[in-house]
T-cell receptor, first 115, second 114 residues
Framework: DTGVSQNPRHKITKRGQNVTFRCDPISEHNRLYWYRQTLGQGPEFLTY????????KSRLLSDRFSAERPKGSFSTLEIQRTEQGDSAMYLC?????????????FGPGTRLTVL | AQTVTQSQPEMSVQEAETVTLSCTYDTSESDYYLFWYKQPPSRQMILVIR??????QNATENRFSVNFQKAAKSFSLKISDSQLGDAAMYFCAYRAGRDDKIIFGKGTRLHILP
């Protein structure tokens, strides 16, 4: 399968714990994005990478959040000291070199529940 | 600031009928893209249709077409011959040409009635 994959698909954690999610983009896609989607809302942009460089971060990305993309391949999103307000679907997307058609290809998401 | 507004939280349509989902957006950019994404229950989001702002012709993909009114900043989606598989959350989305992030509306949940 050559689509965007995300792991785990579901994560339940207790408040105060750290969690890490992984995203594997489509091969050859040099841009990778993270979005957060809460219930009843559309996805909201968190951050994006061009290759290994993190080029933009939303103000939604508090200092408890960190994202990396070592070697410009897969990416991880870590949330430290989770809070109940962090419960959401975390979506990853990728797009090819150049802005092209503008389309982003989305993964299935990781649903986080903080108890 | 760029915004996308979908004023219909839910809609229903009879199978085989036609339905139109509304979307308005606000931007001061001249170069941008508009999208409709479909998110089926518990499945990943996929692109339904895309419109480049510089194109006057409305985009069409099989049963899906858009009515792009640039001056009114309106971008509606028409689904013809609705099928049960069309049931999903539909998001209208915007991306500025010089930007990378996509801005989404809150979505419209579409129900298909058999």
């Amino acid at each position: 399968d050559t689509g965007v994959s995300q792991n785990p698909r579901h994560k339940i954690t207790k408040r105060g714990q750290n969690v890490t999610f992984r995203c594997d983009p489509i091969s050859e896609h040099n841009r990778l994005y993270w979005y957060r989607q809460t219930l009843g809302q559309g996805p909201e942009f968190l951050t994006y990478f061009q290759n290994e460089a993190q080029l933009e971060k939303s103000r939604l990305l508090s200092d408890r959040f960190s994202a990396e993309r070592p070697k410009g391949s897969f990416s991880t999103l870590e949330i430290q000291r989770t809070e109940q307000g962090d419960s959401a679907m975390y979506l990853c997307a990728s797009s090819p070199r150049g802005l092209g058609t503008g389309e982003q290809f989305f993964g299935p998401g990781t649903r986080l529940t903080v108890l | 600031a760029q915004t996308v507004t979908q004023s219909q939280p839910e809609m229903s349509v009879q199978e085989a009928e036609t339905v139109t989902l509304s979307c308005t957006y606000d931007t001061s950019e001249s170069d941008y893209y508009l999208f409709w994404y479909k998110q089926p229950p518990s499945r990943q989001m996929i692109l339904v249709i895309r419109q480049e702002a510089y194109k006057q012709q409305n985009a069409t993909e099989n049963r899906f077409s858009v009515n792009f009114q640039k001056a009114a900043k309106s971008f509606s989606l028409k689904i013809s011959d609705s099928q049960l598989g069309d049931a999903a959350m539909y998001f209208c989305a915007y991306r500025a040409g010089r930007d990378d992030k996509i801005i989404f509306g809150k979505g419209t949940r579409l129900h298909i009635l058999p």
